[in-house]
T-cell receptor, first 113, second 113 residues
Framework: DGGITQSPKYLFRKEGQNVTLSCEQN?????MYWYRQDPGQGLRLIYY???????QKGDIAEGYSVSREKKESFPLTVTSAQKNPTAFYLC????????????FGPGTRLTVT | GQQLNQSPQSMFIQEGEDVSMNCTSS?????WLWYKQDPGEGPVLLIA?????ELTSNGRLTAQFGITRKDSFLNISASIPSDVGIYFC?????????????FGKGTHLIIQP
């Protein structure tokens, strides 16, 4: 089945540690995105990548880093510099050429204590 | 950044009732998307709208792209228990800025038996 997978579903870390969230897609989509969701809030864009080896900052990139070494993969690292890392993180992808429709993975809930 | 005002914030309805919600923006949008999110899951795309005035249906769901290009509406007819969730509107503005979507804060739909 084609789709977007995120792992793990739940992640717990101690404050001061970096943590990497996985996002993989087998939809052959060109663009990939990372969003953060907080209770009662809409989704906010962290980073996006339109092509391999290239990515752009979104609205709230501070304290995060990404890489895009393969078309299928777009991992997000939450660094110790992120002041409020506890949140629900969503990865999305879209087929660049003919659509603005983004398709989401199941999300990873990160809790930092 | 762009802002989307989504209303109502929450709705308490009886099973079988029709539902209406809307989204307005401060600027012109080229694309409107409507998503549904179940608790702890990623949003699922319901309907995509690309032209002003466009009316599109997906089963019991109907969405419209407002003529002014600054608003969109979603209607659900004859609601059923599985319609419960959070409905998000998302838009892509005409400014050609960041590639990510701008999301509303969501409408919580609660169905009373």
């Amino acid at each position: 089945d084609g789709g977007i997978t995120q792992s793990p579903k739940y992640l717990f870390r101690k404050e001061g540690q970096n943590v990497t969230l996985s996002c993989e897609q087998n939809l052959n989509h060109d663009a990939m995105y990372w969003y953060r969701q907080d209770p009662g809030q809409g989704l906010r864009l962290i980073y996006y990548s339109q092509i391999v080896n290239d990515f752009q900052k979104g609205d709230i990139a501070e304290g995060y880093s990404v890489s895009r070494e393969k078309k299928e993969s777009f991992p997000l690292t939450v660094t110790s510099a992120q002041k409020n890392p506890t949140a629900f993180y969503l990865c999305a992808s879209r087929r660049q050429a003919d659509s603005y429709e983004q398709y989401f993975g199941p999300g990873t809930r990160l809790t930092v204590t | 950044g762009q802002q989307l005002n989504q209303s109502p914030q929450s709705m308490f309805i009886q099973e079988g009732e029709d539902v209406s919600m809307n989204c307005t923006s401060s600027s012109i949008f080229n694309t409107w998307l409507w998503y549904k999110q179940d608790p702890g899951e990623g949003p699922v795309l319901l309907i995509a709208l690309y032209k002003a005035g466009e009316l599109t249906s997906n089963g019991r769901l109907t969405a419209q792209f407002g003529i002014t290009r600054k608003d969109s509406f979603l209607n659900i007819s004859a609601s059923i228990p599985s319609d419960v969730g959070i409905y998000f509107c998302a838009g892509l503005d005409s400014g050609g800025g960041a590639d990510g979507l701008t999301f509303g804060k969501g409408t919580h739909l609660i169905i009373q038996p």
